[in-house]
Every structure is written in structure tokens, then in C-alpha cells.
Nanobody, 127 residues
């Protein structure tokens, strides 16, 4: 069982930066793959970034590659999403997700692969 709580969202100007955090509780956090997804008003939830349990593999949506960085600190039971060069189209609710033992890229990128979800944090980027 894993419980996830996101934080760090807010309002920023285009070109600015934010760092989102996802704090996890549970005895086996280090064994879980972690992902970030986002959902804008009127749109479906979409993949943003993911990281393997060991941190040695990362995946990014084309729309954020080169601007966003996912990382994790298993000692702190926390996963991060560093967002730079933000654009108005990045505006969305960002969700942290977790699942045990995701072993292929296809699973990391699919929201249906994840069993545990946080409540979401709002990111708004003004023009």
C-alpha cells in the first residue's frame, strides 16, 4: 500500500520554473515505479514523465522533453518533477502515480499501469 501527496504547484509566468514534489508513505516505496501525469480542463489525462524504482531509467513525453526532469530520493520517500521553461500549454492539474514492478517502457507511459494516485496539484502558467 502506498499513499501519495503532491505539492509545489502554483502560478508562474511563461518561461519560469516550478518543482513539484510527491511525498509517499509506505514501507516499500523504493520498489515502486513512479510517474507524473497531467490533465487540463476538457482534456484527457496524459503522460508527462516516469522513473524506474532504481532511478536508472526515465521517460518523458515529447511535449516536455528537454524542459522537465524527473528524479527520486528513496531515502526521503519523494519523487520530484523539475519544470523549466514553462509554457501556457503546461497549465494543468499534475498527478503523481505509483505502481510496483513496471518492467517495460509501454507500461510506464500508460496511466492504466498505475495503481496508486495522489490528489493532484494545480500548475498555472500565465502568458
Amino acid at each position: 500500500q502506498v499513499q501519495l501527496v503532491e505539492s509545489g504547484g502554483g502560478l508562474v509566468q511563461a518561461g519560469g520554473s516550478l518543482r513539484l514534489s510527491c511525498a509517499a508513505s509506505g514501507r516499500t516505496f523504493s520498489s515502486y515505479a513512479m510517474g507524473w501525469f497531467r490533465q487540463a480542463p476538457g482534456k484527457e489525462r496524459e503522460f508527462v514523465a516516469a522513473i524506474s524504482w532504481s532511478g536508472d531509467k526515465t521517460y518523458y513525453a515529447d511535449s516536455v522533453k528537454g524542459r522537465f526532469t524527473i528524479s527520486r530520493d528513496n531515502a526521503k520517500n519523494t519523487v520530484y518533477l523539475q519544470m523549466n521553461s514553462l509554457k501556457p500549454e503546461d497549465t494543468a492539474v499534475y498527478y503523481c502515480a505509483a505502481n510496483y514492478a513496471l518492467n517495460s517502457e509501454a507500461y510506464y507511459l500508460n496511466l492504466r499501469s498505475y495503481s496508486y494516485w495522489g490528489q493532484g496539484t494545480q500548475v498555472t502558467v500565465s502568458s
